[in-house]
């Protein structure tokens, strides 16, 4: 079965601890690299062999944060294409308006409980491709999730 490939960057290690601990439990051939801030995950995109499906960032990381590292992969004609979901624990709506503007798919408000995490990676990870921008139009109807669309 082919591997399923993710970038996660977020410089909260409890955080990304229990990120790849849910797509551990969702899906074994699931892989997820993971950089602890914008810098580090653009330096891990270039010295990857095979680049993700999906990638995930932070808002807010040290040395660069969530913003300017979107702005950099969506200016790069490598990587312009792979969809950029931001994360973060604030629901501010002027920091989802600015995810949409700088071309983010989606912006998915951390949820406090792991099953909440787990459900909405699992909804993500088994649309990627075609599928993902459908996936999340659906969890964005759905109450639990705190995922807000930009498609």
């Known amino acids: 079965m082919n591997k399923k490939r993710i970038l996660l960057a977020d410089d909260d290690l409890d955080d990304t601890e229990m990120f790849c601990e849910a797509l551990a439990l969702i899906d074994n051939n699931i ?16 010295a990857l062999d095979f ?12 040395v660069m944060n969530g913003w300017d590292c979107l702005k950099t992969l969506k200016k790069d004609k490598r990587y312009h294409n792979i969809p950029v979901i931001m994360i973060s624990t604030s629901s501010h709506k002027k920091d989802m308006e600015a995810a949409a503007n700088l071309g983010a798919l989606c912006y998915f408000v951390k949820p406090n409980s792991f099953k909440d995490l787990k459900d909405v990676l699992h909804s993500i990870t088994a649309s990627l491709g075609a599928d993902l921008k459908d996936a999340i139009a659906n969890l964005q109807a759905s109450p639990s999730a705190s995922i807000f669309s930009f498609v």
Do not use: T
Not at 31 to 46: I, M, Q, R, T
Not at 53 to 61: G, K, R, S, V
């Open 51 to 62: 680049k993700p499906e999906l990638i995930f960032l932070d808002l807010n990381m040290p």
């Open 31 to 46: 892989v997820c690299e993971c950089a602890n801030n914008g810098s580090d995950a653009l330096n891990k995109l270039d």
